[in-house]
Nanobody, 135 residues
Framework: QLQLVESGGGLVQPGGSLRLSCAASGFSLNNYGIGWFRQAPGKEREGVSCISSSDGSIYYAESVKGRFTISRDNAKNTVYLQMNSLNPEKPAIYYC????????????????????????????WGKGTLLTVSS
C-alpha cells in the first residue's frame, strides 16, 4: 500500500521543540519533493516548509523561518520537520505531501499552492498528526 504516515505530534509548551516525521511506505521518497503543511480548525491548509526532490532547494514560510528545519533521511525513507521555539497557537494538524520529481525551482510554488483545490496537485498525502502548543 502506497502511503505517507506522519508522527511526532503532541502537546508541547510554548518555547519548546518537537520533531515531526513523515515516513513513506510502498514507494521511495528519493524522487519526490516533500512538503509539510498545517491546518487549524476553520482555516485553509497552508504550506510550512517544502524540500525539492534533489534536496537542492528548501522553502520556509515566513512565520517559521529560523525556527523550523526540514530534512530528509533517504535510508529511512523519511522526511523530518524539526520545530524549535514553538509559539502558542491553536491546535493544528500537520500533514506531509509528496510531489514526484519536484524541481528546485518549483519548491516555493509547492508550498504556497500545493494544498489548494483539495490538494490534487500532490501525488500523496498523509493523514496528519496533531500539534498543540499550549501551557
Amino acid at each position: 500500500q502506497l502511503q505517507l504516515v506522519e508522527s511526532g505530534g503532541g502537546l508541547v509548551q510554548p518555547g519548546g521543540s518537537l520533531r515531526l516525521s513523515c515516513a513513506a511506505s510502498g514507494f521511495s521518497l528519493n524522487n519526490y519533493g516533500i512538503g509539510w503543511f498545517r491546518q487549524a480548525p476553520g482555516k485553509e491548509r497552508e504550506g510550512v516548509s517544502c524540500i525539492s526532490s534533489s534536496d537542492g532547494s528548501i522553502y520556509y514560510a515566513e512565520s517559521v523561518k529560523g525556527r523550523f528545519t526540514i530534512s530528509r533521511d533517504n535510508a529511512k525513507n523519511t522526511v523530518y520537520l524539526q520545530m524549535n521555539s514553538l509559539n502558542p497557537e491553536k491546535p493544528a494538524i500537520y500533514y506531509c505531501g509528496a510531489d514526484g520529481d519536484l524541481e528546485d525551482t518549483a519548491v516555493q510554488d509547492m508550498c504556497v499552492h500545493g494544498a489548494a483545490a483539495g490538494g490534487h496537485a500532490m501525488d500523496y498525502w498523509g493523514k496528519g498528526t496533531l500539534l498543540t502548543v499550549s501551557s
